[in-house]
């Protein structure tokens, strides 16, 4: 789902990088409010499995690439949308500026899908499916599909905007192969973590503190 540069003229770019600004600076400010010596590690640790699972692509044609987010699994942890934003914000500059991965130009548009779109959908669709009486390891697997799903077509619609892609292809393409990355990678993985979690360090969950409390 990374958007290399090139893909999309610059004055688009500029539109999406100024779409996602005022995500980034409220992620920010969410940060400077709610971080505290629980959530730093917890963010550290989880920015570094991101990186470690966002390495892992799968060609699609016309050059993009398909693989896991995090950003819903990073969400529900620490309780927040706003902390998935910031936390793939900081994941897709070192993997920008550093390892060249995704790309420079793009980076508005990828933190707009990857970072805003799929935490945003995936999370608040969580949030959904528990207050229907779903379990929480069953909603975090749903939430992590949609998420996923839902960016990935909205990326296909962007590159089509761009000219890159044609767009049923590109919709085709981009939805098939998230909507399987979405249950063998972003769905599974999401709820075994958070299962883990449950069962090890419930305490880490906001919703489950709430409880206790």
Known sequence: MHIPDGFVPLWQCAIYFAVAAPFILASLRWASKEMDELKVPLLATLAAGIFAIQAMNLPIPWGTSGHMVGAVMAAIILGSPWAGV????????????????????????????????????????????????????????????????????????????????????????????????????????????????LNVRPDILPSERKVSA
């Open 86 to 197: 910031l936390l793939l914000t900081l994941v897709l500059l070192v993997q920008g500026f550093v390892f060249a991965d995704g790309g420079i130009t793009t980076l508005g548009v990828n933190i707009l899908n990857m970072g805003i779109i799929s935490c945003f959908v995936g999370y608040y669709s969580y949030e959904g499916f528990k207050k229907l009486g779903t379990k929480i390891v069953a909603a975090s697997f749903i939430g992590a599909w949609l998420g996923l799903f839902v960016s990935a077509l909205v990326c296909a619609v962007e590159l089509w905007l761009a000219g890159t892609f044609p767009l049923v292809e590109g919709l085709y393409f981009m939805g098939l192969y998230h909507a399987v990355i979405g249950v063998i990678g972003e769905g599974v993985i999401t709820a075994i973590v958070i299962g883990v979690v």
